[in-house]
């Protein structure tokens, strides 16, 4: 492996590279910018309609976090990222190949994660896909991978952690993330949002609670990024949330249940419902 005496001149002159030549950063990446009202005007966007993933992805970017190529160089540059590298190129494949999912054992991770991609109606590729209507360039270098891992992982977030894919459900897996990959894209979706629900929607269900326990969780969690997502989808739901250290979460099924009980649908809060209707 290619190195230089100092990391930081290395990264910055791109010498750091994988066994294979790939560099850790690529020479032509453009140096990220913390453009923090560039990103308040996305959200604003993303306000208006939580479905439009692309909004997501240019606040990250307006947002980068001054620790993320000490993460992508400590995963990517030792013995586990060059295995990774070998194992899972790409995620996307591997997670979108259900019928080899499904010969997983029942009550697998894996099992869970089809079920619950195929109930909502998505795929890893489609998430590929939002991403690159963001227009990003593509580079040939390890931050590339790693940060293709942490798009390609979203949707298992999910599952692990239990949250749905309702706006709070969205905002915790943001702030779960932000405790295992801290930026402050992550924050700003995931508290501001809350903030804003809080706002937009009167209620006594505990919002602010229920996010700030999906950000304890994800810090206690090993990151996921660096662990075998085959490994991972092959054990047991419950084990893995176990050996994760990923608990009930408790506080966001309570902001459901307070919210069905004032007739607010937690899919759909801009259009309060009556109870009788949400039994129905």
Not at 110 to 127: I, N, V
Not at 170 to 178: D, I
Request: include cysteine; hydrophobic fraction near 35%.
């Amino acid at each position: 492996m290619m190195t230089h005496a100092d990391p930081e001149l290395a990264n910055a002159v791109g010498t750091e590279c994988a066994p294979d030549g790939t560099p850790l950063r690529a020479s032509d990446r453009p140096k990220p910018k913390y453009e923090p009202l560039k990103a308040w005007h996305h959200f604003r966007i993303l306000l208006k309609d939580k479905e439009n993933t692309a909004e997501v992805f240019k606040i990250f970017d307006a947002l980068p976090s001054k620790d993320f190529m000490r993460r992508v160089r400590a995963l990517t540059l030792s013995a586990q990222g060059e295995d990774l590298r070998a194992r899972e190129r790409s995620l996307p494949a591997i997670l979108d190949d259900h019928e080899a999912l499904r010969r997983l054992p029942k009550g697998s991770v894996a099992h869970a994660y089809c079920d619950f991609m195929e109930r909502e109606g998505l795929s890893a590729a489609g998430l590929v896909e939002e991403s690159e209507k963001s227009g990003r360039p593509i580079y040939d270098d390890l931050v590339q991978w790693y940060g293709f891992r942490l798009r390609d992982t979203h949707d298992l977030m999910h599952v692990l952690t239990g949250y749905g894919r309702d706006a709070l459900g969205e905002q915790c897996v943001l702030l779960f993330t932000h405790g295992q990959n801290p930026s402050h894209g992550h924050l700003l979706l995931g508290y501001a949002g809350a903030w804003h629900m809080k706002g937009l929607v009167k209620s006594s269900a505990p919002v602010l609670k229920a996010v700030r326990q999906a950000h304890q969780t994800g810090r206690a969690c090993p990151s996921l990024v660096g662990m075998s997502i085959t490994d991972l989808l092959a054990m047991d739901l419950g084990e893995a949330r176990r050996k994760l250290g990923i608990p009930e979460p408790d506080r966001y099924h309570e902001c459901h249940r307070v919210w069905s009980s004032e007739g607010i649908d937690p899919y759909d809060l801009l259009a309060p419902r009556q109870p009788q209707t949400l039994a129905a």
